[in-house]
T-cell receptor, first 114, second 113 residues
Framework: NAGVTQTPKFQVLKTGQSMTLQCAQDMNHEYMSWYRQDPGMGLRLIHYSVGAGITDQGEVPNGYNVSRSTTEDFPLRLLSAAPSQTSVYFC?????????????FGEGSRLTVL | KQEVTQIPAALSVPEGENLVLNCSFTDSAIYNLQWFRQDPGKGLTSLLLIQSSQREQTSGRLNASLDKSSGRSTLYIAASQPGDSATYLCAVGGGGSNYKLTFGKGTLLTVNP
């Protein structure tokens, strides 16, 4: 039972490079989300999706793009990486909404932007 | 804007001790409250979920309570073990958003053998 799978686990980028963090879940969850975790800042919501074809912004969406073409996948794209995007990124999913059910997290992707 | 505070930021106890972790929130219009555990370098694991209509939830040695009117929740850990060492985070759902959890910054618990 894989749950929420994130790849890659570690990535180093140079300023201005682009990349995609992958997230997949096998629980048929409608809700998926991306958080970043920074020391002293806690977890902050970047983007979320309530179903295929539907996405919305969270607290800190600038510099990130998302799309949801299938129920299973929710990739996070950095179009032009900046040092301020150095962080640990977590993908999380829930059956319907985090307000009604348990939120399941991936293991995280640690990104360093030089 | 919902704000979640966890006190203390760090706690060190000897093995076998019963302990309480605290979580407070500013907007009482919540849908639920969840407690998570995070081990170093790992993702978050949900421990307990309390719906807004409930007062408490129990799982094994863990008991979480919720008092919406005062904006407080506690996580009680009985007979602590070294394996309980981790960061514990609380998160509230609602308080102005249908699809967003607001997280506290966590309490780092160390249980010494």
């Amino acid at each position: 039972n894989a749950g929420v799978t994130q790849t890659p686990k570690f990535q180093v980028l140079k300023t201005g490079q682009s990349m995609t963090l992958q997230c997949a879940q096998d629980m048929n969850h409608e809700y998926m989300s991306w958080y970043r975790q920074d020391p002293g800042m806690g977890l902050r919501l970047i983007h979320y999706s309530v179903g295929a074809g539907i996405t919305d912004q969270g607290e800190v969406p600038n510099g990130y793009n998302v799309s949801r073409s299938t129920t299973e996948d929710f990739p996070l794209r950095l179009l032009s990486a900046a040092p301020s995007q150095t962080s640990v990124y977590f993908c999380a999913s829930s059956w319907d909404s985090p307000n009604t059910g348990e939120l399941f997290f991936g293991e995280g992707s640690r990104l360093t932007v030089l | 804007k919902q704000e979640v505070t966890q006190i203390p930021a760090a706690l060190s106890v000897p093995e076998g001790e019963n302990l309480v972790l605290n979580c407070s929130f500013t907007d009482s219009a919540i849908y639920n409250l969840q407690w998570f555990r995070q081990d170093p370098g790992k993702g978050l694991t949900s421990l307990l979920l309390i719906q807004s209509s409930q007062r408490e939830q129990t799982s094994g040695r863990l008991n979480a309570s919720l008092d919406k009117s005062s904006g407080r929740s506690t996580l009680y850990i009985a007979a602590s073990q070294p394996g309980d060492s981790a960061t514990y985070l609380c998160a509230v759902g609602g308080g102005g958003s249908n699809y967003k959890l607001t997280f506290g910054k966590g309490t780092l618990l160390t249980v010494n053998p």
